[in-house]
């Protein structure tokens, strides 16, 4: 008679529940035979337990998720503010848990939001609820970020009010906070072409925001990056590189309030490009 280890009576098991069910469920059976062999031995070794809570999917998780387009902006833009060291900063509708929470980890950090926001003990965060749609009596600043949520503005996804033209209201109440000489930092989903998926979000050909009035009158790209449909990151490329290469990827674009002249500036390389409609200027 053929005698079986256990672990070859396994490998037979988890063999013929491949073949019968399937990777995905054979791999829990796996997962779960391990689960019941930990408890034996923590059993086995006068371990007490007091409830008991069994989680299989972590046996096949990574240690987090070091992509996508929340990842990547949120890092990068707290990086520049850090860099850029403004007097005052001010954020609009930005993810509160990703990047607010990076910035106000080094500096206060004002967030105006249509939603409502429970109060935060942290010192560096100030909130005020408000709808950029309309214009906002809190004066300018020498900095500005509004992340992944312009191609929300009317909408209503957030209870704000429908309105169509409501990104293109909310981008010239974003060039009006920003004072002569600020910076803006604004991202948004970039696709093959401008699209309306309600009432997800709107998604814009890399090169539309150029065409916008006070963007064209008053703004200067000093930056562009982007995440691709991979999720990956390309920093500082031009805003061509990202056209047609992406049907939901993430333009991050850095805007100077003015003109700025060529050379070095705040111990940044810039790379100067003025879009106007289907003009440009190298």
């Known amino acids: 008679m ?11 098991l988890l063999g013929t529940a491949r073949l019968f069910f399937g990777r995905k469920r054979a791999k829990k059976l796996e997962h779960a035979m391990l689960y019941n ?34 990842f990547h902006q949120d890092l990068l833009v707290a990086k520049l503010i850090h860099d850029a060291k403004p007097k005052r900063h001010i954020d609009i509708g930005s ?16 967030v105006l939001d249509v939603r409502p926001l429970t109060r935060s003990v ?3 965060i100030t909130f005020t609820q408000a ?20 191609e929300h503005f009317g909408l209503g996804r957030y209870t704000d009010p429908i309105d169509v033209e409501g990104h293109t209201k909310g981008i010239a109440n974003l060039v009006d906070l920003v004072a002569p000489g600020g910076r803006l930092y604004i991202s ?14 709107r998604v814009f050909h890399p090169e539309s925001i150029f065409a916008h009035p006070s963007i064209a009158a008053h703004m200067t790209l000093t930056r562009f990056d982007y995440v691709d449909d991979a999720g990956d990151l390309h920093l500082d490329r031009s805003v ?15 805007f100077y309030e003015g003109t700025v002249t060529c050379g070095p500036q705040a111990g ?3 790379t100067f490009r003025l879009y106007l409609s289907n003009l440009t200027l190298l």
Not at 3 to 11: E, I, M, R
Request: net charge neutral.
């Open 2 to 12: 053929t005698t079986y280890t256990p672990s070859t009576l396994q490998s037979l």
């Open 37 to 70: 062999k930990q408890r034996a031995e923590w059993l086995a070794k006068g371990g007490k337990i007091t409830r008991t809570r069994r989680i299989l999917k972590d046996y096949a998780d990574t240690a987090g998720a070091a992509t996508g387009h929340y």
């Open 95 to 110: 993810r509160v848990d990703g990047f607010v929470a990076h910035v106000a980890s080094f500096r206060p950090i004002e």
């Open 122 to 124: 942290h010192e560096n």
């Open 131 to 150: 709808d950029l749609m309309f214009p906002q009596d809190i004066g300018q600043t020498d900095s500005l970020s509004c992340l992944h949520a312009i």
């Open 188 to 201: 948004f989903p970039i696709g093959l072409a401008d699209e309306v998926h309600f009432n997800a979000h």
């Open 240 to 254: 061509s590189d990202a056209v047609g290469k992406a049907r939901y990827g993430c333009g991050i674009y850095t």
């Open 268 to 270: 940044m390389k810039y």
